[in-house]
């Protein structure tokens, strides 16, 4: 006879939750652990991590001091903070020192706004020595005896450099060329050709000078983007006619950064908190216009959303602005045309 089969019907299903031991109680409510995805758990942590996230969000008034690379400094911020989003703004050889602005969090999205703003250098130009690197890391050779040189003739020469002028980047630079730093082609004995570029110097003066075979310019120069202090001190001592490079260098200020507000990395170090020593994000684009919006605004900024600007409040020129909330953050970088808001850039988190 052929075996029967018999569908085996649904299971019922169980109420009250987890299925109990043989012979076992069921659990009661609130004993034992939480549940490992318990969304109140999970509001907390996550909670926790987004203030914990906006607490690292700032740029650093950092003093470099010599003998490490920019990015020497880099690593020390990402290791004080815990935050691998972290990157400078502006390059300072390993021989200077001074003001470096680190971009920390978000804030690594305003770094080219930095390079927009001018810079101050305190600076020595050894005249009557030359170097391959145009200044005292290379390899360093006599020049033309500079002691027939006068502060005069310097200040003369000085001249000719301020305004818009065209400066050739050195190997031992950071510029790229076919995807490779200029700087590691040179440690390799490689050089290329690299193209003239325009750059801006604003005011060269002249604040000291000493007299002698080798003589000693000192400089404070305000410069734009793209200026090398290296080249300028080589193209100055050209000039004089006895060869040049540069001694010393300290950059001093940086847009509204002063280096007397800096910080090492040793003091940063040591603070108990050192979120506390974050600088607004607006810092970076303090050169534009403000425009001040309301909580509504700010709202449909945050959202990419443009904005009908009243009269009351458009700045004298169309381009490029910063909007800030009611609080006095930085929500986005935006464009202005016919009265017309759009954010090119929101920052707000």
Do not use: N
């Amino acid at each position: 006879m052929p075996s029967v089969w018999r569908r085996r019907s649904p299971a019922r299903r169980r109420c009250g939750g987890a299925r109990t031991a043989r012979g076992g109680a069921r659990p009661r409510a609130g004993r034992g652990p939480a549940h490992p995805h318990d969304p109140v758990s999970e509001g907390v942590e996550h909670g926790a991590a987004a203030v914990a996230a906006r607490r690292t969000v700032g740029i650093i008034a950092l003093d470099k001091p010599a003998g490490i690379t920019s990015f020497d400094a880099v690593r020390e911020v990402r290791r004080i903070f815990g935050e691998r989003r972290v990157g400078h703004a502006g390059t300072l050889d390993p021989t200077a020192s001074g003001l470096l602005p680190i971009c920390v969090g978000r804030a690594t999205r305003l770094v080219d706004y930095f390079h927009a703003q001018p810079k101050t250098y305190h600076c020595i130009v050894r005249l009557g020595e030359r170097s391959d690197t145009f200044d005292t890391e290379g390899a360093v050779v006599a020049g033309g005896d500079a002691s027939e040189l006068g502060a005069d003739a310097v200040r003369t020469a000085l001249r000719g450099f301020v305004g818009e002028i065209v400066q050739t980047p050195p190997m031992h630079s950071a510029v790229r060329h076919s995807g490779r730093h200029l700087y590691e082609l040179a440690r390799e004995g490689v050089e290329v050709e690299r193209a003239p570029r325009p750059a801006v110097i604003h005011s060269a003066e002249l604040v000291g000078f000493r007299a002698g075979r080798v003589a000693e310019a000192e400089l404070v120069v305000v410069s734009g983007k793209g200026a090398y202090m290296r080249v300028l001190a080589a193209e100055l001592g050209d000039a004089l006619g006895t060869g040049g490079l540069l001694g010393w260098l300290s950059r001093t200020r940086y847009g509204s950064l002063r280096l007397e507000d800096a910080l090492t990395p040793v003091a940063l170090a040591a603070l108990d908190d050192p979120a506390t020593a974050l600088l607004p994000l607006d810092v970076a684009v303090s050169h534009l216009p403000r425009i001040d919006v309301g909580p509504q605004h700010a709202a449909l900024i945050r959202r990419g959303q443009g904005i009908w600007l009243p009269r009351t409040v458009q700045p004298d020129a169309a381009g490029e602005c910063r909007v800030m909330d009611p609080a006095g953050d930085l929500v986005a970088i935006a464009e202005i045309q016919s009265g017309l808001l759009r954010p090119s850039k929101v920052l707000a988190g």
